[in-house]
């Protein structure tokens, strides 16, 4: 008797490993959420409470606007509750999002980018299509049942909000925007005998970066007098490659997912950036540390970082992680970052925009979609903007009495005024035309990881004293496409903005499969445990 007890059992737990097995093999990208339909109605008479997962660099000031924004809210929205969660690094957000697919406990409204939504879109219906959304007369963007001053469609600059258009629909808003300065050190290039051009060239930062090498006989470097000198940093060298490739009309990337980056103008990049990696010239944030911190202690020349981090930058810096008595008097310039042609200057625009994920209560959603407008508004807009060097994302806020006199008050002090800061705004504000984005597909990711990864390995190989030749090139494209696994995006298609968009990458699909291999094992435990005991306690009946 004993033993036909264990023989069932075995079969219970072969029959509900099976059933989990294959349970797990269909829970990514096949059933999925409903289709999102826009109700006839916003019911306000029911309570409800949604998360909001934000970044914000661990800025007090942020944090506080974010708050206020949200009691705000819910000032005006009484039936709705908004928590708030804030993370440091949006690639802990977009790794935290991937986890709590697999258990349907993703956030309602999230900051967040493209590239990071595009993988979210593997999973049918998980995040919400805007483009009903945005137009919808009662509830969408400037609504007529929308309680507070929303912008209209026509309002959010229209390059901005094209950035949030992939795989035939708007996936997101835009929140704020910054791009790529290159903060120079005026006094230190004067001082070598070379005048600032009206738009840096490459040719001209790496002809300063050279001669600033120059060394006394103590092995002081002249131009500063100190022992430590890296006349240029750049801080993501993501977008330095993604910008240089721009600019020559190289290819990167294309609508389709085809890996473009592997061509002769990559190679003689990475061989001109070996050169000056070689000589002391050039370093990375990855390498040698922030850009800021060198520029203030007067240790590097050009200083090339987001216009959003323009207040650590400068002799004034009012953000700074070096000790005061380190600083030294500057004359900071903020300038486009170089170009190849300067008569047809290109500089990525990039930051944060909000997406909202899809709910099983469409009126949930519908209280998403109001928080999210809120966001967009006039008083967010600009105290977010003028926190760093970003800038709004809407005409009504940029053109408002509010946010010009902010930009008129250039100078007048050192922390809401400060100059370097509204510079690097104002720098954004004149070359929006001149802006552009990458492709966004499942894996475009992947793919900016890896054109940052080339320059970083290639500055550390020269320093490791390494040869950079044509076989290092080539081992170096294929040491790349296997790390990030680039040989599996080629090809790989924005169809309709869903499951089409191809699988998940590898770090996604590990974390997603490690949970549900961890529920697994749970459930089987746990109905184990409780068919012995019974077992048990039928032998013992006997």
Request: with cysteine; charged share 20%.
């Amino acid at each position: 008797m004993r033993g036909l007890c264990r023989s069932r059992l075995r079969i219970i737990l072969t029959v509900l490993m099976i059933g989990c097995a294959v349970s797990l093999t269909g829970c990514h990208g096949s059933k999925g959420l409903e289709e999102f339909e826009i109700p006839e109605e916003f019911d306000t008479s029911r309570q409800y409470e949604i998360t909001f997962w934000a970044k914000n660099d661990t800025n007090k000031t942020q944090t506080a606007i974010y708050e206020k924004a949200i009691a705000d809210f819910e000032e005006i929205y009484p039936n709705i509750t908004v928590n708030l969660r804030l993370y440091t690094d949006y690639g802990k957000i977009y790794n935290d999002v991937i986890t709590n697919i697999s258990t349907n406990t993703t956030p309602n409204v999230c900051i967040t980018y493209p590239d990071h939504i595009a993988t979210y879109l593997t999973g049918t219906n998980l995040v919400v299509p805007l483009d009903g959304l945005l137009s919808d007369e009662k509830y969408g963007l400037g609504g007529s049942e929308v309680r507070f001053a929303s912008p209209t469609v026509e309002e959010i600059i229209p390059e901005f909000l094209e950035e949030c258009s992939f795989g035939g629909h708007y996936y997101a808003v835009p929140y704020m925007r910054s791009t790529e300065a290159c903060y120079v050190n005026k006094t230190y290039v004067e001082e070598l005998g070379y005048t600032l051009p009206d738009m840096l060239t490459w040719d001209f930062i790496w002809e300063v970066s050279e001669a600033a090498l120059a060394q006394d006989a103590d092995g002081n470097y002249k131009v500063n007098g100190q022992k430590v000198l890296i006349p240029f940093i750049y801080k993501s060298t993501d977008n330095m490659m993604i910008q240089m490739l721009k600019q020559k009309g190289a290819g990167y990337s294309n609508d389709d997912g085809d890996i473009l980056i592997f061509n002769d103008t990559t190679g003689a990049l990475l061989y001109t950036i070996a050169e000056h990696a070689g000589s002391g010239a050039f370093s990375t944030f990855k390498i040698s540390g922030y850009p800021a911190n060198f520029l203030n202690a007067g240790q590097c020349i050009f200083a090339i970082d987001s216009t959003a981090g323009a207040t650590w930058m400068g002799t004034d810096a009012p953000l700074s992680d070096i000790s005061a008595d380190k600083f030294v008097d500057f004359e900071t310039e903020v300038m486009v970052i170089p170009q190849f042609d300067t008569e047809n200057p290109c500089m990525i625009s990039q930051g944060p925009s909000v997406c909202i994920f899809n709910k099983a209560d469409s009126q949930e959603v519908m209280a998403s979609w109001l928080f999210a407008q809120y966001l967009l508004t006039d008083d967010v807009q600009i105290a977010y903007s003028e926190t760093e060097g970003y800038v709004p994302v809407t005409s009504k806020a940029q053109q408002s009495d509010t946010y010009q006199s902010y930009l008129s008050a250039c100078g007048q002090d050192n922390s809401t005024y400060y100059e370097v800061k509204i510079k690097a705004a104002q720098l954004l504000l004149d070359n929006i035309d001149n802006t552009f984005v990458t492709p966004v597909f499942n894996g475009s990711t992947s793919l900016r990881d890896a054109a940052g990864q080339m320059i970083e390995n290639t500055v550390k190989s020269v320093r490791r004293k390494q040869t950079v030749d044509d076989a290092y090139i080539d081992t170096l494209y294929s040491d790349v496409t296997s790390l990030y696994r680039l040989d599996q995006l080629e090809g790989s298609a924005v169809a309709s903005g869903k499951a089409e968009l191809g699988e998940l990458p590898a770090t996604a699909v590990i974390l997603l499969s490690a949970l549900g291999g961890a529920w697994v094992l749970i459930i089987i435990y746990a109905f184990y445990r409780r068919i012995r005991a019974r077992l048990r306690r039928s032998h013992q009946n006997k």
